[in-house]
């Protein structure tokens, strides 16, 4: 679609990229849960077992509770700067990854080395309040 910019100029907008991570990469954690059972016997529907088992899930979990608001902030940013909300949201991904990785290690505090995360949130907190506050003054 074809935007008017400053000075009646034609400029093009850049279109909304798909939003396909965070599904994704909830499967492939997914299946490193389900390879967690196996390797530690943990039969279904048993949610805790060894701690290595543990952790593994609890990174899962913790990803799955914080993508509702993670999801609705990328939502509402994107309604107000639709790139920068997309680079934001892919640094939540990217460190929500990291801490998948460091906590499934089995040593949870190697989680900490995607707290990274919460900056993709912040800019997203960012770009909503920003464009609120726009919308407020016109």
Not at 49 to 58: H, K, L, Q, S, T
Not at 85 to 112: D, I, K
Request: with cysteine; hydrophobic share 45%; proline share 8%.
């Amino acid at each position: 679609a074809r935007q008017r910019g400053r000075a009646g100029m034609r400029r093009q907008r850049a279109p909304t990229p798909p939003h396909t991570p965070p599904p994704v990469v909830n499967v492939w954690m997914g299946v490193r849960v389900g390879k967690a059972r196996k390797a530690h016997g943990v039969t279904y529907p048993a949610m805790s077992g060894p701690d290595a088992f543990n952790c593994v899930v609890r990174g899962h979990l913790n990803t799955l509770e914080n993508q509702p608001a993670a999801l609705t902030l990328l939502l509402l940013a994107a309604l107000f700067k639709p790139c920068g909300s997309a680079m934001a949201g892919a640094v939540w991904v990217v460190g929500r990854v990291v801490y998948f990785l460091g906590y499934s290690s089995g040593r949870p505090a190697a989680r900490a080395k995607g707290a990274f995360n919460h900056f993709g949130q912040l800019a997203q907190m960012w770009i909503v309040v920003a464009g609120a506050v726009k919308l407020l003054r016109a």
